[in-house]
């Protein structure tokens, strides 16, 4: 369907129904979530006196995840038969996650309250008032007043905070002067520095030799440790830890010649066109250290293809690598055959190998190319490319005066150079592996040059083997257009951009002074051990934004929000799918087994709470010690109880599926999970029952910890197709599961 994309302001409403927006108006008014969203409770009926048998019935209808997104709220020893919960509802926005542009989460704060009499009864009060603070008391913020009933009222967005109720008098004003009666604190203040010394001495010292000791090499020549993060201590007697596995770098034959990597270059296709692919071994150095590591046509990032929409070509791959590979076209509604997953689509292709990929590419937008075999060493290692489809529709994006393609990753660099991988199964299986340097386009230190005014297209995605980015340009304003598969029902102003592994999001900018500006990476890290929250940022690139201006201006494009009318009258035409029940379900869970000692007892320390998204590796050697041979990562289908590959989904050409997906707090590390799906295209409706506003069509989403998404799957493509967590170290260690879209019949009873 051809894209009109108007420049047209969100205002007035008449304007929007008259351009097929009655949908998205229709859909925006109904209520913000649904009657059984709530992660709360009702209060407990031992409140009421209510008897056992009534407490087991409450218990058994209290949501897995509970703990994570619900305060239960203590009255004063006075007050018994008062009660309370918050919870901590998803603010609407168009990233899975609510955080600020600092990275600290925020939530919408929702208070079911009973039991509270007569404030008089209580002293010289006359109303109850709720407050949000510190674990220090400060500051204190007035959310407003509340009385029995359920109340909205304020944001959360502080990483530990506490929440009270207080009698106050008439016109208390901004400072609590009354008696608190109802109190609470913060999921997230259950995270407290831990007596780790209480572990016995056994768990800091090595184990005595066993066959997995004698299969490993551990001396300091073979296995290069990842280096401790700098803001977090690494624990006593842990430099024994190795993973149960050999190390693996790039293995280059003697005498060969290793170019170095260039720069990408642009490929522009046509229908037709033919593009020849060579992975192989590339020389890159990295702030002065010089390193073995893989490239497309001695690339880094691969070719940057440009094709236009609804256009085919060919790409003749040849494998130059030590191992074998093959070639993912990622987001691309392609032939199946082509899809490039070995043991589904084709063989794996070995080293010296070649295979011919034929690709269409339907739908405009930023996609990408990377690996679908041993993602975890050779995406990490630089294989991966862009792929943009230019839109037949001239309109389709707003004017710009330049675009930019940004691929984000990072890299783990220890003293003695690359940190190894794992030979017969991935290292970091239960976090995946962060990097400690941070690329953009493969580079350390990344600039982009612009002119004062000028209108910057910024075309991001995240190529990183497990790290989530919070992108945010200081003192500028972003547009948020479009993500994976097109364009936003409406442009909306954003102050910075979720993006995790696998994610594409399409972003204007407009630079209205002149000099550098850092794009930053700002999240919040933890220490686990020690129980705290630590700001981090890092530059990832900076844009030197030169004085003269920009010719011809944007400014008045810039500043309108345009409405895609065609957007929405597409997504409309599934409207009717949004509210009813779901067809599938699946739980993300994982299994653990023979872990070394002290990381089994240190991680069992930490699952008192489990943030949304873990930001970053402050966990180093732990997380690197676990390898596929201590932990699986699961999909769960809830009908039957089937997992991963078991998994039997068989549907038809033309079906609308409903899924819902259910992140379990209850994994021994629980993590958020980037999930993809290959060939189609789906909706995120709704996260933690909250439902989405402003949709686009995705092929991957965010599922926080704890949390659980209802999106809506078009099946539009046959063949066998994979649903797998992108982070590469849990697809690797078995979070994969391939359904079958069939033209001609659907699963037999």
């Known amino acids: 369907m051809p894209r009109t994309g108007r420049s047209i302001p969100l205002r007035p409403w008449a304007l929007l129904i008259a351009l097929g927006g009655a949908v998205l108006l229709a859909r925006t008014a109904l209520p913000e979530s649904s009657p059984d969203s709530s992660f709360c409770p ?194 006593p007697g842990l430099d024994w830890l190795r993973p149960d596995a050999n190390p693996y770098l790039p293995e280059v034959p003697a005498g060969a010649k290793i170019p170095f990597a260039r720069p990408r270059q642009l490929a522009t296709l046509r229908d037709g066109d033919t593009l020849r692919l060579e992975a192989g071994h590339v020389r890159r150095t990295i702030h002065g250290r010089t390193f073995t590591m893989y490239g497309f046509n001695e690339q880094y990032p691969g070719p940057l293809i440009h094709v236009p929409q609804d256009a085919e070509i060919i790409v003749q791959f ?81 004017p710009a005066n330049r675009e930019e393609f940004l691929m984000l990753d990072d890299l783990l660099i220890g003293k003695a150079g690359l940190v190894p991988y794992g030979a017969e199964t991935p290292t970091h299986a239960v976090m995946g592996r962060f990097g400690n340097v941070m690329l953009v386009n493969g580079e350390p230190d990344y600039r982009i040059t612009a002119r004062t005014g000028d209108v910057v297209r910024l075309l991001l995605t995240n190529v990183s083997n497990t790290r989530t980015f919070n992108l945010s340009l200081p003192g500028t304003r972003m547009k948020l257009v479009g993500s994976d598969l097109g364009l936003y029902e409406r442009e909306m102003w954003v102050d910075h951009v979720v993006i995790a592994p696998a994610e594409r999001y399409v972003v204007d900018v407009r630079f209205e002074t ?140 033309g079906d609308v599926v409903k899924l819902r997906l259910v992140n379990t707090r209850a994994a021994f590390h629980a993590m958020q999970h980037p999930i993809h799906i290959h060939g189609q295209r789906f909706l995120v409706l709704s996260v933690n029952g909250v439902p989405n506003e402003n949709l686009v069509w995705k092929d991957t989403m965010l599922l926080p910890v704890g949390s659980s998404s209802e999106i809506l799957l078009e099946l539009s493509n046959p063949g066998d197709w994979m649903l797998h967590c992108h982070i590469a170290e849990h697809l690797a260690v078995g979070m994969a599961m391939v359904f079958r879209v069939d033209p001609n019949e659907r699963m037999p009873n």
Not at 340 to 355: C, L
Request: net charge negative.
């Open 42 to 235: 009702p209060p407990s009926p031992m409140a009421d006196g209510g008897s056992p048998e009534a407490l087991a019935a409450w218990s058994a209808d209290v949501p897995a995840s509970t703990d994570l997104y619900c305060i239960n709220l203590i009255a004063i020893p006075e007050l018994l038969e008062a009660a309370g919960t918050v919870e901590l509802r998803r603010p609407p926005g168009p990233f899975d996650i609510s955080v600020g542009t600092d990275g600290t989460p925020r939530f919408r704060l929702v208070f079911q309250l009973r039991g509270l009499p007569d404030p008089s009864r209580l002293g010289p009060y006359s109303t109850y008032v709720a407050w949000l603070t510190t674990p220090v008391l400060t500051p204190m913020v007035r959310l407003g007043e509340v009385a029995n009933g359920e109340f909205e009222i304020g944001v959360a967005d502080f990483n530990k905070f506490l929440i009270l109720v207080s009698a106050e008098p008439s016109g208390g004003g901004a400072e609590r002067k009354g008696r608190i009666v109802l109190r609470g604190s913060s999921p997230s203040s259950r995270m407290r520095d831990h007596d780790v010394m209480a572990l016995p001495l056994s768990a800091f010292t090595p184990p005595p030799s066993d066959t997995a000791e004698q299969r490993v090499p551990v001396g300091p020549d073979v296995w290069t440790m990842p280096p401790v993060h700098p803001r977090v201590a690494m624990l």
């Open 318 to 398: 040849t494998n130059n690598l030590d191992l074998p590979t093959s070639v993912h076209w990622h987001g691309i509604r392609l032939d199946n055959r082509f899809d490039g997953v070995p043991g589904v689509t084709q063989e794996p292709v070995e080293p010296g190998g070649r295979f011919t990929y034929v690709i269409r590419f339907p739908d405009a937008g930023l996609y990408w190319y990377h690996p679908h075999h041993r993602e975890d060493i050779q995406q990490d290692l630089g294989l991966y490319g862009n792929m943009f489809v230019r839109p037949t529709d001239p309109s389709y994006f707003g």
């Open 514 to 653: 002149d000099g550098p500006l850092p794009l930053l990476n700002r999240v919040q890290g933890i220490d686990h051990v020690f129980g705290y929250f630590f700001p981090e940022e890092d530059t990832l690139a900076v844009i030197d934004v030169r004085p003269e201006r920009a010719e011809p201006d944007h400014a008045a494009a810039f500043e309108t929000l345009r409405l895609h009318a065609d957007v929405v009258e597409e997504i409309g035409a599934y409207a009717a799918e949004f509210d009813r029940p779901v067809d599938h379900e699946l739980v993300l869970h994982m299994q653990v087994d023979s872990l070394p000692f002290v990381v089994d007892r240190v991680m069992r320390l930490d699952s008192a709470y489990f943030p949304p998204v873990e930001w970053s590796g402050t966990m180093p050697m732990m997380n690197w010690a676990t390898t596929g041979r201590n932990v699986q990562w699961i999909l769960r289908d809830s009908d039957t109880g089937l997992e991963n590959r078991d998994i039997e989904w068989w549907f038809e050409v």
